[in-house]
């Protein structure tokens, strides 16, 4: 059982991160239905000196998705890191059978109730995702696991710091307590683990 964490603590704290990042823009889409949080994370950033700008963007359409790419180079001037957070959800306890198919295509977002099958579906498929663009460029494959704290914020800052390489392409539950997780290191290296697998009998 890997260790988890309920709230902000010393290897995820704030003032950790405004000279690691300082200069760097993270990118990050979601959260939009849940204000409150969005607002105490985007203090918490601002009293570290970084500078926080919201946008409203369709994360299933790419269009919307390039104007609000756009709009952050053209403020920021770059992206360091983007946090793929946001999606559609299909209808509350709709079976796949019975479901849109451009609407499967889009699950990326918050978890619906239990048995949505296309979201299932998707997340596998977005876990590999991340362990292949992995090769390429850092990503982890994040699950908010239903939290929205400034928790989770922090989680971000801290994997988009280049501290947690050996979790590229892997698994990351935002309440994984990350301090816990580094003395795993090797073990979870070594096995290979946090990653999506086919198991075979042996």
Known sequence: MLPVAKDVYPGIAPERFGRIHKGKLVFITGGGRRVAPLDAAKDEIELIGGEVDFAVVDVTDMKSVE?????????????????????????????????????????FGPEPPHGASAYNIAKHATNRL????????????????????????WIYARL????????GGRYVDVTSNLEEHAKLKTKIVKQDALKHRLALPV
């Open 130 to 153: 991340a362990e292949w663009i992995d090769i390429d460029v850092k990503s982890f494959a994040v699950d908010l696991d239903a939290v929205c704290t400034n928790l989770s914020a």
């Open 160 to 167: 988009t710091s280049g501290s947690e390489h050996s979790l």
């Open 67 to 107: 104007v609000g790419v756009a709009a952050a180079v053209k403020r920021f001037g770059k992206i360091d890191s983007a946090i793929a957070n946001a999606g559609k959800d299909n209808a509350i306890g709709t079976k796949l059978g019975e479901s849109d198919v451009d609407n499967c295509v889009k699950l």
